[in-house]
């Protein structure tokens, strides 16, 4: 029996082998960052967080570049979220 195991270390992480798993995540937005309200999804009770399409995917990713099209408005939480952090290798793991 082999286990495969993905030991992928924060330097192996750059933009051009980004597969953008943290797109499939819940985003909140928690402040006005520009986000156009057509990739807002508003709750019962008035939250909002970005919304997703069909496919479990923000709806502001471009699926041909895996790139976000709202970049320079995206969401706090988007801005924070830093590429080979732990929670980045984290979402690959989990996800690839």
Not at 12 to 34: F, H, P, Q, R, Y
Request: hydrophobic share 35%.
């Amino acid at each position: 029996m082999t286990i495969k195991v993905k030991n992928l270390l924060a330097q192996d992480v750059t933009c051009s082998n980004c597969k953008a798993c943290c797109c499939s995540l819940e985003v909140m937005i928690i402040s006005d960052t520009g986000v156009p309200s057509k990739y807002i999804y508003v709750d019962e009770h008035g939250s909002e967080t970005m919304l997703r399409l069909d496919d479990g995917w923000c709806s502001a990713l471009d699926r041909n570049t895996l790139m976000c099209s709202i970049y320079e408005n995206r969401p706090w939480v988007c801005r924070e979220f830093e590429m080979g952090s732990f929670e980045c290798i984290n979402e690959r793991t989990i996800k690839l």
